[in-house]
């Protein structure tokens, strides 16, 4: 099937790195772009960084200088390495990505948990 699959979440403790991955199965990520979104307790979702089709990549106010998204097109895998986490950094964390060639096309990740607790 076609679909995004997320891994890497799990329990991490204040101040500690963690990395996903958000990995497609049945299609390839050349000319998608990406972003990462999360939804924390209580709270909407909220688009924390986008990756362009070539790599540029952009980051929400709340991780800017925290967060970095490599994407590795021939591994057909985005990842998100976020550093320093904090207790709000707790959220569930949904990949997307869309094809830049044919709009209509695009795919979420299944959500992948991530608690920051000492």
């Known amino acids: 099937q076609l679909q995004l699959v997320e891994a890497g979440g799990g329990l991490v403790q204040p101040g500690g790195s963690l990395r996903l991955s958000c990995a497609a199965s049945?299609?390839?990520?050349?000319?998608?772009?990406i972003g990462w979104f999360r939804q924390g307790p209580g709270k909407q979702r909220e688009l924390v960084a986008t990756?362009?089709?070539?790599?540029?990549?952009n980051y929400a106010g709340s991780v800017k200088g925290r967060l970095t998204s490599p994407r590795d097109n021939a591994k057909k895998t985005v990842y998100l390495q976020i550093d320093s986490l904090k207790p709000e950094d707790t959220a569930v964390y949904y990949c997307y990505a869309r094809s830049q060639v044919v709009r209509t096309l695009d795919y979420w990740g299944q959500g992948i948990q991530v608690t920051v607790s000492s």
């Open positions: 049945g299609f390839t990520l050349d000319y998608y772009a």
């Open positions: 990756i362009t089709s070539d790599g540029n990549t």
